[in-house]
């Protein structure tokens, strides 16, 4: 008989309704399921919102008391979809409480942040995630198996990008992305922390950067009402102007503990790119490209293939691949981002119910916050900057 577990959501925006969405799916496509998940509250700014939310995404109950909600009994587990400045206090809370954790990413504003809830996470002996959801589309997962079956040998090189347009604009809204003491940092934790996390799933711990991390937009228009809007839609250009203290791009050369070497490209200034995530790894025995944006494929090159046949081929990902068996029945049938957030609902219950932590989880959030300092400070210096505690 599989059990339920009583979820409490605080954040009923954009990632609350992703993240709600898998709860209600998981089991339809992961049978039997690890755990059912029982939409028990969700939690949002002011009452009005919160039941607004309770109807939209099938909660039972709705509040606007986050603290009195991981304090309840019949809360089984704790998932944080707020702002970046709110991770922190709601997750050690949390972790005080004994509720296990799903925590939307950057983990934190900074190593230091970070390190807090590390160590709140690890005393209480939760189950604790990061999520860092594009590690779960199938290809990526693929790609894993192949680097772990040694089928291109060595790695080298690792070559990543995630590149967007949606802010190019210097009349979008000043979203709180834009604002550090909100975000903590720019496009370094907004999205280059998802191909630092590729980057150490895929090749190993990043050991030491060298960045720049410039800012192309120095004000923006203040948006009204209280909901945070993205994109170049909400264009406003009579609105009043305040300033932007983040970066809005990152490039950086890399290093890594194992010896390769790469380098990472992060902009939210990229005009004509949406939501553009790739990597590239070169290994002594073959090489890896995947472009998020064709989600389905992985193409891969294997230097031991004939010499009248060798080049890239195209892996088309299905049944036969990491998670396919309970996605679609066809290959190319189409992978999207609600599918990665179902595989990562999926993990992280079967890690609450098995009892051993999964993977991305809270220490591997504090790295990947290292590795953000580094490249902010990189950035400010110009220098190599060691990834350290």
Same mark, same amino acid.
């Given at each position: 008989m599989t059990n339920d577990l009583n979820v409490a959501m605080i954040g009923g925006g954009f990632m609350g309704r992703a993240h709600a969405m898998s709860y209600a799916a998981m089991p339809m496509f992961f049978w039997p399921a690890p755990a059912i998940p029982r939409r028990r509250?969700?939690?949002?700014?002011?009452?009005?919102?919160?039941?607004?939310? %309770?109807?939209?995404?099938?909660?039972e109950e709705a509040s606007s008391d986050w603290r009195a909600t991981v304090a309840r009994d019949d809360v089984d587990a704790v998932d944080i979809c707020v702002p970046n400045d709110a991770h922190a206090e709601i997750a050690i809370a949390a972790a005080e409480a004994g509720k296990h954790i799903l925590c939307e990413k950057p983990l934190a504003r900074g190593a230091a942040e970070a390190k807090t809830m590390l160590d709140a996470v690890e005393n209480s002996g939760i189950i604790h995630m990061v999520a860092f959801n594009y590690r779960r589309t199938p290809a990526i997962a693929l790609a894993r198996k192949l680097i772990d079956e040694n089928r291109?040998?060595?790695?080298?090189?690792?070559?990543?990008t995630y590149l967007q347009d949606w802010p190019a604009d210097p009349d979008s809204p000043l979203s709180w992305r834009f604002q550090k003491s909100i975000? @903590?940092?720019?496009?370094?934790?907004? =999205?280059?922390?998802?191909?630092?996390?590729?980057?150490?799933?895929?090749?190993?711990?990043?050991?030491?950067?060298?960045?720049?991390?410039?800012?192309? =937009?120095?004000?923006?228009?203040?948006?009204?009402?209280?909901?945070?809007?993205?994109?170049?839609?909400?264009?406003?250009?009579t609105a009043r102007r305040e300033p932007v203290d983040v970066e809005d791009e990152v490039v950086s050369l890399l290093r890594f503990e194992n @010896?390769?070497?790469?380098?990472?490209?992060?902009?939210?200034?990229?005009?004509?790119?949406?939501? *553009?995530?790739?990597?590239?790894?070169?290994?002594?025995? @073959?090489? =890896?490209? *995947?472009?998020?944006?064709?989600?389905?494929?992985l193409q891969v090159m294997f230097a031991d293939d004939p010499a009248d046949?060798?080049?890239? %081929?195209?892996?088309?990902?299905?049944?036969?691949?990491?998670?396919?068996?309970?996605?679609?029945?066809?290959?190319?049938? @189409?992978?999207?981002?609600?599918?990665?957030?179902? =595989?990562?609902?999926?993990?992280?219950?079967?890690?609450?119910a098995s009892g051993v932590q999964p993977s991305p989880n809270f220490s591997d959030g504090y790295r990947c916050e290292l590795v953000a300092d580094a490249l902010l400070k990189s950035g400010e210096t110009g220098e190599w900057v060691g990834v350290n505690p």
């Amino acid at each position: 008989m599989t059990n339920d577990l009583n979820v409490a959501m605080i954040g009923g925006g954009f990632m609350g309704r992703a993240h709600a969405m898998s709860y209600a799916a998981m089991p339809m496509f992961f049978w039997p399921a690890p755990a059912i998940p029982r939409r028990r509250v969700i939690v949002d700014i002011n009452d009005e919102m919160a039941e607004e939310a %309770r109807l939209r995404f099938g909660f039972e109950e709705a509040s606007s008391d986050w603290r009195a909600t991981v304090a309840r009994d019949d809360v089984d587990a704790v998932d944080i979809c707020v702002p970046n400045d709110a991770h922190a206090e709601i997750a050690i809370a949390a972790a005080e409480a004994g509720k296990h954790i799903l925590c939307e990413k950057p983990l934190a504003r900074g190593a230091a942040e970070a390190k807090t809830m590390l160590d709140a996470v690890e005393n209480s002996g939760i189950i604790h995630m990061v999520a860092f959801n594009y590690r779960r589309t199938p290809a990526i997962a693929l790609a894993r198996k192949l680097i772990d079956e040694n089928r291109i040998g060595e790695i080298r090189n690792f070559r990543g990008t995630y590149l967007q347009d949606w802010p190019a604009d210097p009349d979008s809204p000043l979203s709180w992305r834009f604002q550090k003491s909100i975000a @903590g940092s720019g496009a370094v934790g907004d =999205i280059g922390t998802h191909v630092v996390d590729m980057a150490h799933y895929l090749v190993g711990q990043i050991s030491e950067v060298n960045a720049m991390t410039p800012t192309y =937009i120095q004000t923006r228009p203040v948006q009204e009402g209280g909901i945070d809007k993205l994109g170049a839609s909400e264009k406003n250009t009579t609105a009043r102007r305040e300033p932007v203290d983040v970066e809005d791009e990152v490039v950086s050369l890399l290093r890594f503990e194992n @010896g390769a070497i790469g380098s990472l490209e992060a902009t939210r200034n990229a005009y004509g790119r949406n939501n *553009f995530i790739t990597l590239e790894i070169h290994g002594t025995e @073959g090489s =890896i490209y *995947f472009n998020y944006e064709r989600r389905d494929e992985l193409q891969v090159m294997f230097a031991d293939d004939p010499a009248d046949i060798r080049g890239f %081929r195209t892996i088309y990902t299905g049944p036969a691949h990491p998670y396919g068996e309970q996605l679609w029945p066809i290959p190319a049938i @189409g992978i999207g981002y609600s599918e990665t957030k179902i =595989i990562e609902c999926y993990d992280f219950f079967q890690a609450v119910a098995s009892g051993v932590q999964p993977s991305p989880n809270f220490s591997d959030g504090y790295r990947c916050e290292l590795v953000a300092d580094a490249l902010l400070k990189s950035g400010e210096t110009g220098e190599w900057v060691g990834v350290n505690p």
